[in-house]
């Protein structure tokens, strides 16, 4: 390969933190897969319904940063189970809005301590200045590539 750039993949910080970031949601999931027959994105559609009520699928999906379809997708496995239901948004009669039922609220109230306690035993692993540095270390490369692509770059 000579004048080729070798993409060392252990090293590069993309794939470093997708191999983290489904690393941990595996090990989160198996928590919560069995017991409430919830997928990954359902479970993210859940947390975030649980957290900011209303919010249509488009911005499910600009919360979480998933795909669109995935997310569309666990919407309608959610509201087919009864734990998701789409209204028709007050301020906008063409929009539709999304919102945890009672049975959606009951899986959201049961899973969500789950995931904190994982959490909470991965964080263990570091110290309290180190938890603090990898929040403003995750914050900044977050606006960093929110920048990089209002840029184009």
Partial sequence: MTGQTLLELENFLPYRLSVLSNTVSLAIAREYEDRFQL??????????LGRYDGLSAREVAERTAMDKVAVSRAVAALMKDGRVRRAT??????????????????????????????????????????????????????????ELARRGA
Wanted: proline share 1%; hydrophobic share 45%; net charge neutral.
């Fill in 39 to 48: 997928s990954i994105t359902e479970w993210r559609v859940v947390a975030v």
């Fill in 89 to 146: 948004a007050a301020h906008d009669k063409r929009q539709s809005v999304l919102s945890l039922t009672a049975k959606g609220r009951k899986v959201h109230a049961e899973v969500a301590p789950l995931a904190l306690q994982h959490e909470q035993r991965l964080l263990a692993h570091l110290d309290a200045e180190e938890q603090s540095w990898l929040a403003r270390i995750l914050e900044k490369l977050l606006q960093a590539e929110q």
